[in-house]
């Protein structure tokens, strides 16, 4: 590796835009499958990674769909989770802010909230005394449900804020399911003091964006590339600093773009919004947080301080206190220093 690939490797990271149910690897599917005596569309795991790759939307929603349908005990979320920090551990992810959607497994399966909320904290608190790797959980309403179904997950989130819980989200088809459907829902978790961190502006308008603001005061923009179309907009986001959680493999592979040097990313980032950078659904992109970095560190030649900046601003950006930042930025800040002389 070059010396600058292996800064981008070892250096402790934050990510703000992951999704727990994204995250399953090819040999977690199958070991679950086979528990549950569940068929998947290949019993081998050469197979299971071919058929992991992504090919077009359809196919994708088609894996997660079954990596929900194989999800069915509490200690299936457990091992998911933990599968999940070890591999942020390994890429030095020193802290995630983690997305997940119980409502999938809780209609599939009949998996109550609860249990899987438990799982997840039990998974956490072992990351935490044995990986030294942090994370906190956003959970999403998927936007196909009903407002009704809405406000039962707002529900939910409310029962668990403080407990791992960190903020409310909403993921899934954007177009036709803009977040005033769950207006409720969001006003029921704003009021119980849980921020809003909401997806928009990946395969909708800039129109979604805005939205988002109105509708549910998000504090960062899940995606939001699509920002680049409107110049008012871009203007308020630079304003306000309201981050743009940036998955570049992701929004090539959904068509968002037809490849990394047509990304609005630079263009964003030079009218001087707040960008990170994530990984978003890691194997099915096959990706991570790493190869992100390396991926656009190569597209645009980006230097050690732009690199450095924009892992503190995932730092600054989570939901951390101000003295769980501070520690992190140290960290960087030490790391940075003894390994390259540009930072």
């Not at 509490?74 to 119980?102: C, H, K, W």
């Not at 819980?165 to 207006?183: H, R, S, T, V, Y």
Request: with cysteine.
């Amino acid at each position: 590796m070059t010396t600058i690939e292996t800064f981008i490797t070892n250096m402790p990271k934050v990510e703000l835009h992951v999704h727990l149910e994204g995250s399953v690897q090819p040999q977690t599917l199958l070991t679950l499958a086979q528990k549950h005596g569940i068929t998947l569309p290949h019993s081998d795991l050469d197979g299971l990674r071919e058929w992991f790759t992504f090919r077009n939307f359809n196919h994708f929603i088609e894996i997660y769909l079954t990596i929900s349908s194989c999800l069915k005990t509490s200690d299936d979320i457990e091992l998911i989770t933990r599968d999940f920090l070890m591999g942020q551990a390994a890429q030095n992810i020193r802290y995630s802010e983690v997305t997940f959607t119980p409502y999938n497994q809780y209609l599939k399966n009949g998996l109550s909230f609860h249990e899987q909320f438990d799982a997840v904290n039990r998974a956490r608190r072992w990351a935490e005394e044995t990986l030294g790797v942090r994370m906190g959980v956003i959970m999403d309403i998927p936007r196909l449900i009903s407002p009704e179904q809405g406000d039962m997950v707002a529900e939910w989130a409310i029962e668990r804020f403080e407990d791992g819980l960190i903020a409310f989200g909403l993921g899934g088809p954007e177009i036709d399911n803009p977040p005033q459907k769950f207006q409720s829902a969001f006003d029921r978790v704003r009021a119980a003091g849980i921020p809003c961190i909401l997806h928009a502006g990946e395969t909708d308008r800039p129109e979604s964006i805005w939205n988002a603001i109105e509708v549910a005061d998000t504090l960062r923009i899940g995606h939001g590339v699509r920002a680049i179309e409107d110049p008012v907009l871009m203007d308020y986001l630079k304003e306000h600093q309201i981050p743009l959680e940036v998955c570049p493999t992701s929004n090539l592979c959904l068509g968002v773009y037809p490849s990394l040097a047509e990304h609005s990313l630079p263009k964003l980032m030079e009218h001087g919004v707040y960008i990170t950078i994530n990984s978003d659904d890691p194997p099915m992109f096959n990706t991570s947080l790493t190869q992100e970095f390396l991926k656009c560190q190569e597209m645009w030649n980006w230097d050690y301080q732009l690199i450095k900046q924009l892992s503190l601003n995932a730092i600054n950006a989570s939901l951390l206190s101000t003295e769980e930042k501070d520690s992190l930025r140290r960290q960087l800040n030490t790391f940075c220093a003894e390994n390259s002389q540009q930072t």
